[in-house]
C-alpha cells in the first residue's frame, strides 16, 4: 500500500458507503480515465476476468462463434470466452515482443474465413508489461473489421508509442488483482470509447436491470461491480502507480546489469516505441535443464521464482481447441523465468538473489 488508501476506506466507513457503487467507484473510475486516455470510458468491475467477460460481450460475442486469443498468456485471457459458449483459437508470438504474432493472426483470420467462420473478436494481452505490436494489430482489425480487446492487466502504466495500454484498443481491460502492479485486493476495470458502451457495461454488471419500480429483467445480467470500500484503496493506488512503475524498471534494470556478464541469460529488450512497466522481470535460459536448475537453486535458499506462463494451446483445458502455433511461447516457457520482481525488494535482496543466479549458472 501507498498511504493514502486507508484515508480512502475510512471515508468510505463513515460515510456508510459499503456497497458495490458510491463515491469512491465514480472518482476511482474518473481517476483512470485521467490516467488511461481522457477521451475513454471507465466502468470498474470485481475482476480483470470480469471486464474480459463483458468486453467479449459487448464485441457481440456469444455461443459457437471464434474470438482469437493470444496463447502465451494467464488463462483468465481466454476463460471467458468459454463462458460465452465461444470457440477460442489460439494464436502463437513473436520472439520481439513475446505477444500475439502479427503475421501468424492474419494467417489465423483467413484460415478461419476460408472455413466461412468470420473470427467475432481478437483477445491481445500485453504480457508481463511489455506491449503488443499495436499498429500491426490495429491494421489487421481494420482490415478484417475484427475488434481488438486489449488484456492490459498487466500492463498498467505501460506505453505504446506515448499512448497508455488499456486504452488501444476497440475495449481496454485493467486488473486489480493482488498480484498485479497495483492492487484493491480483488477488482478490475473495463475501458471503452464511449459513454453508451459504459453505461451498457454498468448495467450488466449490476443485474441487468430494467428501468422500472419492480424488478424486471429482459436480459441476462451479472454482479460484477466494484465495492466502494475496494475503489477507496485504488484510489490511493493510482496515486503511486508511476512510483511502482519506477520501482519494477529499477528491478528489471538491476538484474539486467548484474547478469550481463553471463552469456546464458537474455533479457526481452524492448523495441523503440515499447515502454514497459516490467510488472515481472523475466530472463531466457539456454535451455530447459539450465532453468529448472536455477529454479530449484533459488528455491533451496527460499526465493521464489517461477516458469513463464503455459500456453494455452498446451494447457490440458484447451486441448481440444485449434492453434497456430510458430514455436516461440513453447520455447518461452521450457526456458524462462520470473525472477522475483516485488516493488519492496531491497538492494541487498537484489544482490543476494544475483549472487545466486551467478554461482548456480558459472
Ligand atoms: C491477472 C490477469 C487477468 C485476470 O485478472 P483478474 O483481476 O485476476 O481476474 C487477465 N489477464 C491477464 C494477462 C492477467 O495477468
Known amino acids: 500500500m ?5 484515508e ?7 460515510t456508510n458507503w459499503i456497497a458495490p457503487l458510491g463515491p469512491h467507484v ?5 481517476a483512470l480515465e485521467g490516467h488511461v486516455a481522457q477521451d475513454k470510458q471507465v466502468a470498474c468491475l470485481s475482476s480483470g476476468t470480469a471486464a474480459l ?4 460481450i459487448m464485441a457481440g460475442v456469444g455461443p459457437k462463434d471464434v474470438v482469437l486469443c493470444q496463447s502465451f498468456t494467464f488463462a483468465a485471457s481466454a476463460n471467458p470466452i468459454v463462458y460465452l459458449g465461444a470457440t477460442p483459437v489460439f494464436v502463437d508470438s513473436e520472439e520481439r515482443t513475446w505477444n500475439i504474432c502479427p503475421e501468424l493472426l492474419t494467417q489465423a483470420i483467413e484460415d478461419q474465413l476460408a472455413k466461412g467462420k468470420k473470427p467475432k473478436a481478437i483477445v491481445a ?25 486489449e488484456d492490459s492487466a498487466e500492463a498498467m502504466g505501460s506505453t505504446y508509442k506515448g499512448k497508455n495500454c488499456g486504452g488501444l484498443g476497440d475495449y481496454g481491460i485493467y486488473s486489480f488483482n493482488g498480484n498485479k502492479i497495483i492492487t484493491t485486493s480483488g477488482g478490475g476495470a473495463l475501458i471503452c470509447k464511449t459513454k453508451e ?5 454498468v448495467f450488466l454488471a449490476t443485474q441487468a436491470r430494467d428501468q422500472a419500480p419492480h ?14 470500500v475496494l475503489a477507496g484503496i485504488g484510489r490511493g493506488q493510482l496515486k503511486v502507480l508511476a512510483q511502482r512503475v519506477q520501482k519494477r524498471r529499477a528491478n528489471y534494470a538491476f538484474y539486467e546489469e548484474a547478469l550481463k556478464e553471463l552469456s546464458g541469460v537474455t533479457f526481452l529488450k524492448a523495441a523503440e516505441g515499447y515502454f514497459s512497466n516490467r510488472w515481472l522481470s523475466c530472463i531466457l535460459l539456454e535451455n530447459f535443464e539450465q532453468r529448472e536448475t536455477l529454479r530449484l537453486a533459488l528455491e533451496s535458499q527460499n526465493i521464489e521464482s517461477r516458469p513463464l506462463w503455459k500456453p494455452m ?8 481447441e485449434k492453434s497456430y502455433v510458430n514455436g516461440t511461447s513453447e520455447i518461452l516457457f521450457k526456458r524462462g523465468l520470473c525472477l522475483p520482481s516485488g516493488s519492496n525488494l531491497t538492494t541487498e535482496t537484489l544482490n543476494q538473489i544475483c549472487q545466486i543466479i551467478k554461482q548456480t549458472l558459472s
Open 2 to 6: 501507498g498511504g493514502e488508501e486507508l
Open 8 to 14: 480512502f476506506v475510512k471515508e468510505a466507513f463513515a
Open 26 to 30: 465514480n472518482a476511482f473510475e474518473q
Open 53 to 56: 467477460h463483458l468486453a467479449l
Open 125 to 149: 494481452v500485453h504480457l508481463y508489461g511489455m506491449p503488443y505490436d499495436h499498429d500491426a494489430l490495429e491494421a489487421i482489425s481494420l482490415t478484417y473489421d475484427i475488434p481488438i480487446i
Open 197 to 201: 458502451e459504459k453505461e451498457k457495461a
Open 215 to 228: 424488478y424486471q429483467h429482459s436480459t441476462i445480467g451479472y454482479n460484477y461491480r466494484l465495492s466502494n
Open 313 to 320: 494451446h498446451l494447457q490440458p483445458a484447451f486441448k481440444q
